[in-house]
Nanobody, 113 residues
Framework: QVQLVESGGGSVQAGGSLRLSCVAS????????MAWFRQAPGKERERVATIYTDTGITDYADSVKGRFTISQDNATLQMNGLKPEDTAMYYC??????????WGQGAQVTVSA
């Protein structure tokens, strides 16, 4: 079984920065992509950023373009220029080449005005 553990969440004032990381452990797998999703209270889970392992191609939600950057190293998500509307639980998702899908337990990000 693959386990994903997120770290780096916390509280910050608007305009500040945080960095999230996602470390995989347990069974080995061949990665197809890594992504970050977020879910605010009362809202649906939404995709924030994706990186494709082979190509390094990235894709972002419009709401975070220019502010967030995802990288290959532990699927690190660098979040700059944070806004109160970025407040949510952030989840790491790994998709394996064989179709396996794995989720982390989540890391809270809170941005105060």
């Amino acid at each position: 079984q693959v386990q994903l553990v997120e770290s780096g969440g916390g509280s910050v004032q608007a305009g500040g920065s945080l960095r999230l990381s996602c470390v995989a452990s347990g069974a080995k797998y061949s990665s197809y992509s890594m992504a970050w999703f977020r879910q605010a209270p009362g809202k649906e889970r939404e995709r924030v950023a994706t990186i494709y392992t082979d190509t390094g191609i990235t894709d972002y939600a419009d709401s975070v373009k220019g502010r967030f950057t995802i990288s290959q190293d532990n699927a690190t998500l660098q979040m700059n220029g944070l806004k109160p509307e970025d407040t949510a639980m952030y989840y790491c998702k790994a998709v394996a080449r064989n179709g396996g899908v794995y989720w982390g337990q989540g890391a809270q990000v809170t941005v105060s005005a």
